[in-house]
Nanobody
Framework: VQLVESGGGSVQAGGSLRLSCAAS????????ITWFRQAPGKKREGVAA????????YYADSVKGRFTISQGNDKNTVYLQMNNLKPEDTAMYYC?????????????????????WGQGTQVTVS
């Protein structure tokens, strides 16, 4: 499985960005795609997750109401629409694919539940 992120960039506070995560390869090997982010000196944290082919989504409290995760019609592309961006959203954003226990947010947002990772895309909010 290969994951490729795109869409990062630099924006001013209050602006918007849309990140994309394109999955290829054995895409039947996982049930969830999750966006994580990591700022310098900080732990990697889960931001938003989506059940592949399903409708269930999960969000970190820090992004609820501002970020929206969705998937394309082919189910192999996942988007993260980020609105009303804040300086504290500045981080490297990664998408990851895996099979965490469903329905438990704390587990879904654990990085070690995921076997496949993209290379990351930088988001900078000033």
């Amino acid at each position: 499985v290969q994951l490729v992120e795109s869409g990062g960039g630099s924006v001013q506070a209050g602006g918007s960005l849309r990140l994309s995560c394109a999955a290829s390869g054995h895409t039947y090997n996982f049930d969830y795609i999750t966006w994580f982010r990591q700022a310098p000196g900080k732990k990697r944290e889960g931001v938003a997750a989506i059940e592949v082919g399903g409708s269930q989504t999960y969000y970190a409290d820090s992004v609820k109401g501002r970020f929206t995760i969705s998937q394309g019609n082919d189910k192999n592309t996942v988007y993260l629409q980020m609105n009303n961006l804040k300086p504290e959203d500045t981080a490297m954003y990664y998408c990851a694919a895996g099979d965490p226990v469903p329905g438990i947010v704390a587990i879904i947002f654990r990085a070690d539940e995921y076997n496949y990772w993209g290379q990351g895309t930088q988001v900078t909010v000033s």
